[in-house]
């Protein structure tokens, strides 16, 4: 069992904490009103940021009391059920695991001094290790939050808030917290630094969560708490100070959200709020993960010495839908930058094609929900020839991550639309620092290592631009929507770009599309050209545009309407195009990380106007169980 924040990229079981913000839900409530059933359908209303654990605390009596229950908040509901706890003041935490440790021991809210203080919190305590050496055990957990209650606690002298800012102003790391005092049946304490908070104001009550949704039903006037804020709550007071302990005047923001919206982070559809996460969760994905001073990345989660990653001769990349297209993405850097042959495989061919594998081959197994079946069958057929499997999964303590026993989780977050859209780009993310990894034992130079990591820490700025063309390519949209067929091109890293935005206009807008690499046209589908038939065409400056281009020349002379996507500033490439998208310029091998958004804008708006379900299209299902 690995002890808290040491491996924190392995699927070993046992470790700990809430490590992704986002991920983590907090409610609390101090007023007149009986807080449980607030916090019990706050913590509901936070389900759908995913869960595996809840757990409430109130101040009674002088006393906090506290029930914590792993599995959803009906467990929880369940355990209370006939026992009262009365109160008005409590708050509530629903957690959902990046990391193993899913008990009843690892779920907030957390204690310290004999039961005295209890805090809930979603982030990462990076120097945790060097408060635990302040703070005194024993230790209920294996989270850095009982440590933080533990040190808050330590600097607690009578006034709690005092404690807060106090204890704050030693801490590195990220967090959304919420700390009650059981001497203090008048307060709550809330801070943020990294993960959002939102204040409910109501008359003589006030609600806190970590989004909007548990308080629309109370109220619809919040505050938001901004990085380096402490909030002093109590049932006629809010303050404001930042860790200097200067009180801050803040603004009130109406909210005229519905639950549903609210659920959406403001936006129509899950799919376009997972688009707009993705510089985010993108950061989210590589944080402690790189070593700069090295030029390499450090994922602990291989679970392999220099040594044995020497050995291995073969790399198998192994995935279906858009898990597939990202491995194709990622296999060029693994090829460039550790010169180890890697193939891809569609997990329901490579599992009856009996492949060859053998104690140097290793397999990444990779998928969001990590219960594709046609996956888990290749994973096992791997395992079987002897094969070395790892896991690059999203959905902690799945079955994919479980049987794998050791990999990476890529920390998107919960993903709910059917059409995956931030997993990939965290898969690629994740996979191109694995390439990193094993490039530097081989040929890959620290410099270029050290170019590669810079420009993957620019990379969530560069989407973000991106995403602010999202209504250009909305109205590029509207011009393209009533086609039937579409057509794709690319190349090299390019390729599997296409095949992914190929993919997902399909799956949401059910329009016919293909994706081809471009060098290819002319051995057949040039014959499908015509008019009535655009194509998409990605051409940013890598070391096959020249070659790309030439490409494009013969499909405008086919009369067909041309969209290119291009990098900044390519005038040629206007000149070649009907419509044209840039994107920012990146390293060649980190191009699908950019290429692909707006390939997920320009599927999305399209089926957004054909008034499809694009949350949950057609004859699809977000995790494929059955063959
Ligand atoms: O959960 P997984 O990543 O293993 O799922 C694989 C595919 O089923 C999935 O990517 C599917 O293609 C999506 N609907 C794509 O948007």
């Not at 030029?295 to 990653?309: H, I, Q, V």
């Not at 597939?324 to 193939?343: K, V």
């Not at 281009?549 to 996507?565: L, P, T, Y």
């Amino acid at each position: 069992m690995s002890d808290i924040g040491e491996e924190n990229d392995i699927l070993a079981y046992g470790s700990i904490f809430c490590y992704i913000l986002e991920m983590c839900g907090i409610i609390g409530y101090i007023g007149k009103k009986q807080a449980l059933p607030i916090l019990l359908k706050g913590l509901r209303d936070l389900e759908y940021r995913g869960y595996d654990s809840a757990g409430i605390a109130l101040i009674n009596d002088g006393k906090i009391e506290r029930v914590r229950e792993v599995g959803k908040v009906d467990m929880l509901v369940k355990k209370i059920d006939g026992h009262k706890f009365p109160g008005n003041i409590g708050i509530a935490h629903t957690r959902w695991a990046t990391h193993g440790g899913v008990t009843e021991k690892n779920a907030h809210p957390h204690i310290a001094g004999e039961g005295k203080l209890v805090l809930a919190h979603n982030g990462i305590i990076e120097n945790y290790r060097e408060l635990k050496k302040k703070v005194k055990g024993p230790f209920e957990s294996e989270t850095d939050t009982e440590i933080l209650a533990k040190w808050i606690f330590l600097n607690y002298k009578g006034d709690l808030s005092q404690a807060v800012k106090k204890a704050l102003l030693s801490v590195r790391g990220t967090y959304g917290l919420a700390v009650m005092h059981a001497d203090h049946p008048d307060e709550i304490v809330a801070a943020r630094l990294g993960s959002p908070l939102v204040i409910g104001i109501g008359k003589d009550e006030y609600y806190l969560a970590s989004d909007v949704t548990p308080i629309i039903p109370y109220t619809k006037q919040v505050t938001y708490l901004d990085d380096g804020e402490v909030a002093v709550i109590n049932r006629k007071d809010l303050k404001i100070f930042n860790l200097k302990d200067e009180q801050i005047t803040k603004g009130i923001t109406k909210i005229d959200w519905n639950t549903e919206k609210a659920q959406k982070g403001g936006f129509e559809t899950f799919m376009l709020k997972e688009i707009f996460d993705q510089p985010t969760v993108f950061e989210d994905a590589i944080r402690g993960r790189i070593d700069m001073k090295e030029g390499t990345a450090k994922l602990g989660g291989l679970n392999m010495s220099p040594e044995e990653m020497q050995k291995i001769k073969r790399i198998i990349l192994i995935a279906c839908g858009t898990a597939f297209y990202a491995c194709m993405a990622a296999r060029y850097a693994f090829e460039r930058l550790s010169g180890i042959p890697t193939e891809v495989d569609v997990s329901s061919e490579f599992r009856y094609r009996d492949p060859i594998v053998d104690e140097h081959t290793l397999i990444f197994a990779v998928s969001q929900s990590g219960e594709t079946i046609d996956t888990i069958m290749a994973l096992r057929e791997a395992k079987r020839k002897g094969g070395v499997v790892r896991g690059i999964v999203n959905v902690v303590g799945s079955t994919i991550a479980r049987e794998t026993g050791a990999g990476t989780y890529i920390h998107a977050g919960p993903e709910l639309a059917v059409a995956s859209t931030k997993a990939y780009t965290n898969m690629v993310a994740i996979l191109l620092l694995y390439a990193l990894q094993f490039g530097r034992l081989h040929h890959t130079t620290v410099s270029t290592g050290q170019r590669m990591l810079q420009e993957l820490l620019e990379i969530p700025e560069k989407i973000n631009k991106i995403l602010k063309n999202s209504d250009n390519i909305k109205i590029l949209a509207k011009k393209y929507k009533d086609y039937e067929n579409f057509l794709f091109l690319g190349r090299g890293v390019n390729y599997p770009v296409v095949l992914e935005g190929s993919h997902k206009l399909k799956e949401i807008s059910y329009i016919h599309s293909e994706a081809y690499p471009a060098g290819e046209m002319k051995h057949g589908a040039n014959a499908l050209l015509s008019k009535n038939f655009p194509v998409l065409v990605v051409m940013t400056q890598n070391q096959l545009y020249e070659k790309i281009k030439s490409n494009v020349e013969e499909v405008r002379a086919r009369k067909s309407e041309i969209i290119v996507i291009a990098t900044e500033s390519d005038k040629s490439a206007k000149e070649l195009s009907d419509d044209i998208i840039y994107v920012p310029k990146t390293m060649e091998l980190l191009e699908p990380l950019l290429n692909t958004i707006p390939l997920q804008l320009f599927a999305y708006h399209i089926a957004a106007m054909l008034h499809r379900d694009v949350d949950r299209p057609r004859n699809l299902a977000k995790s494929v169980t059955v063959e």
